[in-house]
């Protein structure tokens, strides 16, 4: 499929925005209210996300029928879809395993490029194979703050990481403010904006003829979800993202989250007691005045670590994220 064939084959019904300049963000203030209670947490020293996982890992395709295959071992789980005439990936893996994910989609479609690639988010496990693919042709889809911070240049403090702008051919090319859906080749592709919730431009992928979600990291399973706050993410957030989801889902759906093997709603039930449970307890720590060391001392996540872990990283998330929204939890007393 060529690019204008392309361009009008995916007709969208929600606002894109196309071929956007780039933009960026130079920096992240945070508010003086964490003060020295959050810097003190940071310098203890949060555990970073880890994807050492899949190190020294091979990538796996498994065909889901439909025509839907699911890639692992990539970076993030990579959901393919394919028709007679496009392709479209829901997620491109890291940028050191790019390579690897598109000889594999080479070796399973010769002679087909990728039609259209979505982010899900900005994080670099999805967007790995944005500068191959956009200067191959690819049309790139994201939303619209996921775009900006590509394209920005800012630090993530929980990660001390700072990340720099990316190449413009690493650039979305179709942006969007809000859930749409596209015809790719006939079938239908919903795509689903669930704002501050792991960031501020999350998207999951529905195909509603096979029933299956592409959650990415709105989803974690056997492990505590990533609130992101530097770029927009916190508790209260993935709450309401996850109520819309099983919103959209049944029993029978089938749901890839960005880690770990494919789930079912009971996941994200269970993610939904984990939030609410969260949220209100930091909502209460918040509204007395309770320290970081407060909070962790109140064992905020006590009924859910053993099955998920250790919650260091994600109790830091919860806390500082919780400040940029202390009004909509209650204020404080």
């Not at 692992?72 to 790019?98: I, K, M």
């Not at 619209?144 to 990481?161: A, C, H, I, P, Q």
């Not at 702008?165 to 669930?194: E, I, K, M, N, Q």
Request: hydrophobic share 40%; charged share 25%; aromatic share 8%.
């Amino acid at each position: 499929m060529n690019e204008s064939e392309c361009g009008s084959e995916l007709r969208s019904r929600s606002c894109l925005v196309e071929a956007s300049p780039p933009a960026s963000r130079h920096g992240i203030t945070r508010r003086a209210v964490l003060g020295a209670v959050a810097g003190a947490a940071l310098a203890s020293g949060a555990p970073r996300r880890a994807f050492t996982q899949y190190a020294g890992t091979s990538l796996e395709r498994t065909e889901l029928g439909d025509g839907l295959h699911w890639i692992a071992g990539a970076g993030a789980n990579v959901l393919v879809t394919e028709t007679p005439n496009a392709l479209l990936l829901v997620d491109g893996g890291l940028p050191d395993r790019s390579a690897r994910l598109r000889a594999l989609v080479a070796e399973r479609w010769p002679d087909r490029r990728v039609d259209v690639l979505f982010n899900t988010n900005w994080r670099e496990e999805h967007t790995g194979s944005n500068e191959a693919l956009g200067a191959a042709g690819t049309r790139i889809m994201a939303h619209e703050n996921t775009k900006l911070w590509l394209g920005g240049d800012f630090f993530v403090e929980w990660e001390s990481r700072r990340y720099r702008p990316r190449p413009a051919a690493a650039l979305p090319v179709a942006t969007f403010y809000a859930s749409g859906s596209l015809d790719l080749g006939g079938r239908r592709v919903d795509y689903l904006h669930l704002p501050r919730a792991h960031t501020d431009g999350d998207v999951a992928v529905f195909l509603p003829d096979a029933n299956v979600l592409a959650a990415s990291d709105l989803v974690a399973v056997g492990s505590y979800p990533v609130l992101d706050y530097v770029t927009g993410g916190w508790i209260g957030g993935l709450e309401a993202a996850t109520k819309s989801l099983l919103a959209t889902v049944d029993s029978s759906t089938r749901i890839l989250p960005a880690m770990g093997p494919i789930c079912s709603c009971a996941e994200l039930e269970a993610q939904l007691e984990l939030c609410t449970a969260v949220r209100e307890r930091v909502a209460e720590g918040l509204s007395r005045g309770m320290s970081f060391a407060e909070f962790v001392e109140s064992k905020p996540t006590r009924e859910f670590d053993a099955a998920r872990g250790r919650p260091d990283a994600f109790l830091t998330q919860v806390y500082e994220g919780a400040w940029y929204h202390v009004r909509e939890l209650g204020g404080i007393i």
